[in-house]
């Protein structure tokens, strides 16, 4: 296939991923990267671009649109001052190192086994989605001690692992230790800057081989499919919210949570080769 219409199906794709993204963002308050890995992966996949470091490319691309929807994020919840921003810097030394080995750990690791681990924890999230509730609580303030010691590395090694930002651990976390759900939202988008800036870093000197690096690529991170994505989510990102203030989102995240646990599995029956 010549390589301009490559590019012209890759451009395609990546709109359509990208404007996706940003309504379920909006609509559902999910972060991008829990739709845009399981998405990267089919469109480079289905351009041609498999291989044994097609997981690694799919991470590293998600978590670089995090570092600017994070930081837009954050400022935005600061100017309503629903940022926890002692929460932020008691928690985020350890997320940051747990990014900066969750980098490590992932540029060692095989495509098939990133997928495995995305599918597992893409259910659990999924799961906690569906039929998770607000009021369940495991204490009244956040951990502390060897607590945050053990845990905060946890969230952004996991999160690096998985190509998103800090909302998916990061939430819960907080919502499970009766920091309000607003304000949970509000500061896991600073842990998304977190993860993000260190983890991205660290992949622009990972090395795909030439025959599975989609055009302008450096490292592991796809500038093309970057800058589509955050245009696009920027874009509609702000349907997805008012849309959401239209209707009720409770019912559409259950049926969210049934779609991300669906590709979850499909991520993981891949992975075994089923």
Known sequence: ??????????????????????????????????????????????????????????????????????????????????????????????IAVGAVI????????????????????????????????????????????????ALSPSVGFLSVLMGIGGGSFGVPLMSLYNIPIHRAVATAAGFGVIIAVPSVLGFLFFNIAPEHRPPFTIGAVNLVAFSIVVAMTMITAPWGVKLAHAMDPKPLKRVFAVFLTLVALNMLRKALGW
Not at 47 to 57: A, N, S, V
Not at 106 to 128: H, P
């Open 102 to 149: 969750g980098v490590m750990v992932a540029s060692a690791l095989k495509t098939e086994f990133l997928q495995a681990l995305f599918g597992v924890l893409g259910m659990v999230i999924g799961v906690y989605l569906g039929l998770g509730n607000s009021e369940w609580r495991l204490g009244d303030v956040m951990p502390k001690g060897l607590r945050r010691l």
């Open 1 to 94: 296939m010549p390589e301009t219409m490559l590019l012209a199906q890759m451009l395609g794709l990546l709109l359509v991923i990208g404007a996706l993204a940003g309504v379920l963002a909006g609509l559902l308050g999910v972060g991008g990267g829990i739709v845009l890995v399981p998405a990267f992966f089919y469109a480079f996949q289905t351009l041609g671009y498999g291989g044994p470091q097609l997981m690694q490319l799919c991470l590293a691309t998600s978590l670089a649109t995090i570092i600017v929807t994070s930081i837009r994020s954050v400022l935005s919840h600061n100017k309503k001052g629903a940022v926890d921003w002692d929460v932020l810097r008691k928690w985020g030394p350890g």
